[in-house]
């Protein structure tokens, strides 16, 4: 069972940057698809983006893409978020989570059975 950390949250004023960093524990991690999502208050968990296992194939919202990016290095079992051009609409907690389908990146949260505890980013206007 792999075991999840989120860091690099905080707080950033709007046109910032911000990297998020999902370091993982357990199995071979190029096993794993990971995906970010996030949860601003009295909102659902919603999906940010994904990677397969091998990093070779990316997915993302509509509403961070152009602005985000996701990569990973699996010699140190981390996937990154990179955020630019931060809004105050990107204000929430972000979630590492992982599949042990290598080629999923799908939005659905279901099907995602691995979560870290989130990391609290703050856009300011």
């Known amino acids: 069972q792999v075991q999840l950390a989120e860091s690099g949250g905080g707080l950033v004023q709007a046109g910032g940057s911000l990297t998020l960093s999902c370091v993982a524990s357990g199995r071979t991690f190029s096993d794993y698809a990971v995906a970010w999502f996030r949860q601003a208050p009295g909102n659902e968990r919603g999906f940010v983006s994904a990677?397969?296992?091998?990093?070779?194939?990316?997915r993302y919202a509509s509403s961070v893409k152009g602005r985000f990016t996701i990569s990973r290095d699996n010699t140190k079992s981390t996937v990154y978020l990179y955020m630019r051009n931060l809004t105050p609409e990107d204000t929430a907690v972000y979630y590492c989570?992982?599949?042990?389908?290598?080629?999923?990146?799908?939005?659905?949260?279901?099907?995602?059975?691995?979560w870290g505890q989130g990391t609290q980013v703050t856009v300011s206007s």
């Open positions: 990677t397969t296992g091998n990093g070779y194939y990316t």
């Open positions: 989570a992982t599949t042990d389908n290598r080629f999923y990146i799908g939005n659905d949260s279901n099907f995602y059975y691995t």
